[in-house]
Nanobody, 121 residues
């Protein structure tokens, strides 16, 4: 089993910054993609940004130019640097990993427990 542990959420004023971290541990043969999703109250969970182990990144339009995703393959860790935060960024942020527990396994989808990000106006 793969466990994802997030940290770094909190309360910040509009215009401020936060940095989220997520570390994967457990039975991991290979991580293919790690990313961040968020879910605001009353809304569906949505992708924020993702990064492959080759360093290819993808950002959703609302966060382009403000958020930066990066990873440390050696530590199975992914980071999300969030700048110029607005109240619309308020949500629970979830770490996601697509990973293979063993070399012969099909990739599975794993989720962290979520970390709250609140941006005050």
């Amino acid at each position: 089993q793969v466990q994802l542990v997030e940290s770094g959420g909190g309360l910040v004023q509009a215009g401020g910054s936060l940095r989220l971290s997520c570390a994967a541990s457990g039975k991991i043969s290979r991580i293919l993609v790690m990313g961040w999703y968020r879910q605001a109250p009353g809304k569906q969970r949505e992708l924020v940004a993702a990064i492959t182990t080759d360093g290819v990144t993808n950002y959703e339009d609302p966060v382009k130019g403000r958020f930066t995703i990066s990873g440390d393959n050696a530590k199975n860790t992914v980071f999300l640097q969030m700048n110029s935060l607005t109240p619309e960024d308020t949500a629970v942020y979830y770490c996601n990993a697509v990973a293979k527990p063993t070399a012969l396994s099909l990739p599975n989808n794993y989720w962290g427990q979520g970390t709250q990000v609140t941006v005050s106006s």
